[in-house]
């Protein structure tokens, strides 16, 4: 029987859900004991975690490194993802860490040189890489099903805003929220993405606008072929937490998401899909996708496999929500920085 300790850092709103995943990994794989050890700076929040799952509660990060863990999940808010990812290399460990790298591309391309520099095995979380609708989108596109690709179509909506405190140091929402998407682009299509045009607004919170976001926006992109998609994103979506790719060819289209839980209803009489509940937020729609990210971690620390979302990836998808902010705020297209 082999011992897996993971050492975990931040346990809010998705945190909670990786501690959880990590806490239930011993089912998934054989022979393996896990074992969990967390910090966050909101110390009596995460003892009260620790406690619930079984795991263990040490006061810092540097206790934790010093404690000797196998692996490093890094789920602490964006902008201090490069020094914790840092850490992690320089403790000699492999490292999860949630999107983005950091707040913008200048941020992230220190850490790049970083964990290049000290071979450091770094996975980041871009779950929708492991959900079973992007799987087969990826499929069908790669067998050529769908014919030449005429047009793409992705959507981000979450219900209700997460709190502006974390609005203020996300990024923004093309780098927060429109980057699953720009690199889901990329990942499927295996092209790179090479001008952006983007536009938003602010109707819901203006404490929103005040932190310089926007609540809602839709960015145009095109690919080294000429092909363009386009990216949507809300914090406002009422009917539910909406995810979607429609990807439109000469021969057939698809749809990501087009399930009964689908946050739409049909405006034609006498249609009754979708009838199920829609997904309220993030942590529901992926739940399959973000244990399946975790035992890939598990997975790439044990060495039985290779790395599923590399940083050099994370930050390419990072170079076109830094050109869709720039667009968004100069209102002119904007060539990617490839
Ligand atoms: N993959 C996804 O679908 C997805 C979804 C949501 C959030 N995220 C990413 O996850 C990260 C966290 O987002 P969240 O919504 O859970 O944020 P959050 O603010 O709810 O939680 C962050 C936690 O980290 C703690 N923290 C901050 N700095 C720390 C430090 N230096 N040391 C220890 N703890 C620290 C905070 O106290 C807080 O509990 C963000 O980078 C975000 O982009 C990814």
Request: aromatic share 6%.
């Amino acid at each position: 029987m082999k011992e897996l300790t993971l050492g975990l850092v931040g346990v809010g709103r998705i945190g909670v859900m990786h501690a959880r995943n990590i806490a239930a990994l011993e089912g998934t794989l054989p022979d393996v004991k896990v074992k969990l050890r967390l910090t966050d700076v909101a110390a009596d929040h995460a003892k009260r975690v620790a406690a619930d799952l079984g795991a263990e509660f040490v006061p810092s990060v540097e206790e934790l490194l010093a404690t000797g863990v196998d692996g490093l999940v890094i789920a602490a808010g964006t902008a201090v993802h490069p020094e914790l990812i840092m850490a992690g290399v320089d403790a000699g460990i492999p490292v999860f860490c949630e999107k983005p790298v950091a707040v913008n591309v200048a941020e992230s391309l220190p850490v790049l040189d970083y964990v290049e520099a000290h071979n450091g095995v770094v996975q980041i979380g871009h779950q929708r890489r492991f959900d079973a609708g992007y799987l087969e989108a990826k499929r069908a596109f790669g067998a050529g099903e769908l014919g030449w690709i005429h047009s793409l179509r992705a959507v981000t909506c979450d219900m209700t805003p997460p709190p502006v405190s974390f609005l203020a140091t996300s990024g923004g929402l093309f780098c927060d929220c429109s980057v699953h998407d720009f690199d889901i682009l990329r990942w499927l299509t295996g092209r790179e993405i090479v001008e952006v045009y983007a536009k938003g607004s602010n109707n819901g919170d203006p404490e929103i606008g005040a932190v310089g976001d926007v609540d809602t926006a839709l960015a145009v992109v095109t690919f080294d072929d000429g092909t363009v998609a386009t990216v949507s994103a809300s914090r406002y979506n009422g009917a539910g937490h909406d995810v979607r790719l429609e990807i439109q060819g000469s021969q057939s289209s698809l749809l990501v998401g087009l399930d009964e839980q689908l946050a739409l209803r049909s405006a034609e009489a006498g249609v009754p899909f979708p009838s199920g509940a829609p997904h309220q937020t993030f942590i529901e729609r992926f739940e399959q996708a973000y244990q399946d990210e975790m035992a890939a971690f598990a997975d790439l620390i044990l060495g039985n496999r290779t790395n599923p979302c590399p940083p050099q990836d994370a930050v390419a998808a990072s170079r076109v929500a830094d050109a869709a902010q720039e667009s968004l705020e100069t209102g002119l297209p904007v060539t990617v920085k490839l």
